[in-house]
């Protein structure tokens, strides 16, 4: 759902283990790598939307994760003219609520293949704040917003 600004309304992931490394997926047949997100339905809520990418993208439930918590604003970020492929000249990017995840399940229960419409092809472990350093240029200040104001639910 892309709102009146030309923003699509959109769900951030940061999937944390026991040791606070957060899931890093590599987008499939690309080489660039990302954390989990998902645009919302239209009259969907904003944590089911959260919950349905999950299942989506990494193939768990919610048995599989502790909502820790959630960015309480939109953060927004502009997509250059190179990377846009929506159809439609008013998107300029996306908006997003950010959820902090733990990780409660089993390692082998994250299947990036687990959808057809699959999103990732390679996935690993890294330390919380390097991606900002690692993501595409263009996300790099969401990420950074995102994790700052996620960070004070560290350590719970």
């Known amino acids: 759902m892309i709102d009146k600004d030309g923003y699509r309304l959109n769900v951030g992931i ?5 040791d606070d490394l957060a899931f890093w997926g590599k ?10 997100q998902g645009g919302i339905y239209e009259n969907e809520a904003i944590e089911h939307a959260m919950l349905r990418e999950l299942n989506e993208e990494l193939g768990l439930s919610p048995e599989h994760v502790k909502i820790i918590g959630h960015t309480e604003n939109w953060l927004y970020y502009d997509v250059p003219s190179t990377y846009n492929r929506h159809s439609t000249k ?3 990017g996306q908006k997003q609520i950010w959820y902090l995840l733990r990780f409660v399940g089993k390692e082998h229960e994250i299947n990036v293949k687990y959808h057809k419409e699959q999103e990732f092809d390679a996935w690993r472990w890294i330390n919380y704040w390097k991606p900002i350093e ?5 996300k790099q200040e969401v990420y950074k917003k995102a994790l700052t104001q996620l960070s004070i639910y560290l350590n719970t």
């Open 14 to 18: 940061v999937l944390l283990n026991k």
């Open 27 to 36: 987008r499939k047949g690309d080489t660039s790598w990302q954390f989990p």
């Open 134 to 138: 690692l993501v595409i240029n263009f």
């Open 90 to 92: 008013i998107y300029r």
